[in-house]
């Protein structure tokens, strides 16, 4: 599988999320302006400050000609994981439900945390945002639950930004496009905390080969 | 177009600098020449004041790359790599405006490490701040603590580590010191010296706007008033994207080979950075403010010249490269403009399109001003304030709890978990979970590891003594995660140098600063000096902040500073000898005086030396460095950390000839708590002290003996945050 990571001006995390997926199979850069996306398998939208995200979160980025490419594979059913900006790329973008908002603190916040996934497995993976309080009108929350499309949680009592029923992540309804605040890309290594965010990227690759 | 002698006192010139300006020029300067003399003559960036001084640091060793002079220094950590670093201040900014003061301190100084061809790997800062008890002080501590994040996390680089201290006479003026590590390879590290007559000069990254104008002179070398609120048209914006962008495009340019030179524009903006670009070689530069993309379409040339708008760097490239460096500057959609070229004249010359407008030689402009020499009086007892704020009586469970909540020793957390600290995959070792930040390095096959100190309370009170502390800290926090010092950059707080007491304080430490790192044969490869921090109360406490980077083999073989396993023994290595002088305990009973016991450098060193040992062998189970608030505090730490208390007897201390409240809370250097096996520990030469396990901090201390519950501990040692939201006066 090969990944691609996409590049904004601004991106914080994409060599990151670059070194993570090349622990999982072939990984390249995708810069914002390339439109073909043509021999990329799976899209990782990444963290940072897109633009500077001086506008709402993701609201530039989700116009770069890159993102049309990353539509179009999401519709063809290849895996798309969008993290912390890149979810907000991916909702502002239509193709995951919700918004994120600013924290409940009004501050940004760094700090490992346990999140609950599918069938109760219980990841270790640092948040560092912002703007990360998962909002979507009651009855769409009601939708999501009901189609098993939260794709992960934060363990009770770490809700650290205030998210909606204590949602982290969620996925599309056909499950290959999948976004979360935390950062699976910085937990791939035993010496800086945790390996368990491998297991999401492992998640959204099987999940985009079911879609 | 020649000015009157009032605009120069304006401007901050004395009457006999502008004289000696005449003399050098030949003539009297116009108002852009004036302008631009005002600030490279001023005290930030002259050092008349401290340059006589700072010629005693050592700064050379084998491992260094890059030393003083450049805009970052850097050291070899091997296969070809090299670590730069640089700490810098920017008070009296942050002081007018926090915010924006903190967030362009954190730009300025990642654009002095990617400004040498190093990608910045990291971020810490040293704050200090009047008590938490006042409205202004609290406004001051929330505000930069998030200019700090915001610039930070907004361009990915990982905020490691940090200290925030709470003192009344950082009341009015605060400080706000900024560290940032760099790795290059060390083969394609660039230089600041412009070269190649003929050679084009390209301005690149943000517009030239009013923001900043006269900041390095008004601000940065003079002491705050109550009018400040009118200087905030002195401090400068920023725009973390515009720098994020200018760093990826210079980072591409330098990796492509295409540049001969880069220097950041910091404080004097313009003026400075082509100055002393032309003198670093020798060279003359001619620019033309008519080429400078500005903000706004009428400013005045010399505007454009003392302009310190951020996020731009200026570099020279030989002509021929001038389109594909435009090309990468295009790819990341920053700025860019040929704004001059490098002549032989040996002279600054500003045009405006065929006119010109200034003409200077290099010279005189950026090595002209004179250095003065200090007339240090040591004053006589303590000049500063000390309020008591513990009851005469107090018990020692009580004392461990104010010392536990006092704001400089409380928990941190409220504040770093503000900033990305894991951006980039290196950061090993967390804020509070090792006395040292570590970050590995894939490329060279090992760690570095880095720290920053500086207890200006102790300074106060014997500026040699304390400064020297100050070293031995860093080095013992190194030695804590089994690190070996590589060298040191440090930024030298002071207030005005022109006043006896300020001068004798800053001849004291620098001439501690030399001695602690000439014994330790750690060089200084960069600095800083920060002079007039003074409100209308007075003069700072005396700040000498010290950063130090180490390397070590294993980043897996790095002991916590927590406690590990009930069970376990805990024991103290070093020569450790605590008194209540300059201690926190002194200040909170209101008897803060004069005088320090001198630190036994080479005792220091040596248990420095058998702990990293000890820790690179996997010997020891956790190591905590004592410091504010001596072993009680230290081993409230451990256990709190650690979720897990401990019964110790601290009264072996008393054949050093320590009474009870000093093994408690008494400070000084030398002290490793550690924890492991009584046999290793033992080995290693510690003085047993008791044992880790149980719900309590049990210490007998004599007639001074306590128990505190490791919940009310912890619940003390956790207050800052309900601190910041105080809401008296």
Known sequence: MIWG??????????RDALHACSLLGEARLVWHEERDLRGVDAVVVPGGFSYGDYLRAGAIARFSPAMEGVAELAAAGAPVLGICNGFQVLCEAGLLPGALLLNESMRFLCRQLDLIGDGDERLSIPAKHGEGRYYAPEEVLDGLEANGQVA?????????????????????EAGNVVGLMPHPEHAVDPLTGSTDGLRVFEAVAAAGARA | ??????????????????????????????????????????????????????KQLPTEGERVVMGPGENAGAVAVGNGYAVAFKVESHNHPSAVEPFQGAATGVGGILRDVFAIGARPIAILDSLRFGELDSVRSRHLLDGAVRGIGHYGNSIGVPNVGGEIYFEEPYEHNCLVNAMCLGLAKSADMVRAAAAGIGNTVVLMGATTGRDGIGGASVLASAELGEADEAKRPTVQIGDPFEESKVLECCLELLEKGLLVSLQDLGAAGLTSSAGEMAAAGGVGIDIDVARVPLREADMEPFEIMVSESQERMLAVVEPARVPEVLAVCEKWQTGSAEVGVVTDTGHVRILRGEEIVGDMPVAALVDGCPLYDLEPAEPEGWIYGNRATLAP????????????????????????????????SRTVRRPESADAAVLQLPESGNAIAVSIDGNGRRVACDPHAGTIEAVLECAQNLACVGAEPLGLTNCLNFGNPEKPATAWQLDQAVSALAEACTALGVPVV?????????????????????????????????????FVAAGDAIGLIGPFSPTLAGSEL???RGALDKGLPRPDIAAVAAACASVRDAVRAGRLASVHDVSDGGLACALAECAIG????????????????????????????????????????????????????????EIAAGDRSLVV?????????RSLPAQTEHSGT
């Not at chain 1, 992960?152 to 599309?172: C, F, H, M, T, W």
């Not at chain 2, 107090?394 to 409380?410: H, K, N, Q, R, Y």
């Not at chain 2, 002079?531 to 294993?554: A, F, K, S």
């Not at chain 2, 401990?646 to 400070?667: I, K, M, T």
């Open chain 2, 1 to 54: 177009m020649s000015v009157g002698t009032a605009k120069h006192r304006e401007l901050g010139l004395t009457d006999s600098e502008f004289e000696l300006i005449v003399a050098q020029m030949g003539r009297e300067p116009n108002v852009v020449e004036l302008a631009m003399f005002s600030l490279l003559w001023s005290e930030h960036c002259a050092y008349k004041h401290s340059r006589k001084l700072l």
């Open chain 2, 642 to 697: 650690a979720g897990i208390g401990c019964r110790v007897d601290v009264q072996h201390l008393r054949d050093r000839g320590c009474s009870p409240e000093e093994a408690l809370f008494g400070e000084g250097s030398g002290g490793f708590l550690v924890s492991g096996e009584r046999a290793e520990l033992e080995a290693l030469g510690a003085v047993y002290l008791g044992e880790v396990g149980g719900g309590t901090i």
């Open chain 1, 152 to 172: 992960y949680r934060y363990a009770p009592g770490q809700n650290p930004n205030g998210s909606a029923r204590d949602i982290a992540g969620v996925r599309n």
């Open chain 1, 5 to 14: 990571v996409l590049q904004f001006p601004g991106s914080c995390d994409e």
């Open chain 2, 709 to 717: 519950g490791l919940g009310t501990a912890e619940s003390a040692w």
């Open chain 2, 526 to 562: 960069g600095g800083n000096v920060s002079l007039y921090n003074e409100g209308p109360e007075g003069p700072i406490y005396p700040t000498p902040v010290v950063g130090m980077v180490g390397e070590l083999p294993d980043p897996a073989q790095v002991a916590g500073s927590a």
């Open chain 2, 393 to 424: 009586g107090t018990s020692s469970e009580d004392e461990l709890l104010a010392l536990l909540a006092a704001p400089s020793i409380a928990s941190k957390r409220w504040a770093f978990e503000q900033y990305d600290s894991v951006v980039g």
């Open chain 2, 586 to 588: 002194a200040k909170q």
